[in-house]
């Protein structure tokens, strides 16, 4: 079983920048496709950013050229930087992972973190 703990979500203002991370169990962040996706209540759960286990990465339309997804396999962790947030961005943040390896929007995630609060403030 994998757990996945997000961390590093807060309250921004618009323009401002947040970092954050996922934290996995196991070697996961090596071998399995990792991604980040973001909901809010009501919404469909949104692609924001993958990496797959070769380094390729993918992003969501509406946050290509502000958000960058990255990973330390030495920390086991996958990190998310937010730039020029908007508050369109405002959402619960939540990591997922695919031991298939790669991390595409299109992709079935298997195992996913509890999600951490972003608020963007205008």
């Known amino acids: 079983q994998v757990q996945l703990v997000e961390s590093g979500g807060g309250l921004v203002q618009a323009g401002g920048s947040l970092r954050l991370a996922c934290a996995a169990s196991?070697?996961?962040?090596?071998?399995?496709?990792m991604a980040w996706f973001r909901q809010v209540p009501g919404n469909e759960r949104e692609f924001v950013a993958g990496?797959?286990?070769?380094?390729?990465?993918y992003y969501g339309e509406a946050v290509k050229g502000r958000f960058s997804i990255a990973r330390d396999n030495s920390e086991n962790t996958v990190f998310l930087q937010l730039n020029s947030l908007k508050p369109e961005d405002t959402a619960v943040y939540l990591c997922?992972?695919?031991?298939?390896?790669?991390?595409?929007?299109?992709?079935?995630?298997?195992?996913w973190g509890q999600g951490t609060q972003v608020t963007v403030s205008s």
């Open positions: 997922a992972s695919a031991p298939i390896g790669i991390a595409s929007p299109r992709t079935e995630y298997t195992y």
């Open positions: 990496i797959s286990r070769s380094g390729s990465t």
């Open positions: 196991g070697r996961t962040v090596s071998v399995y496709g």
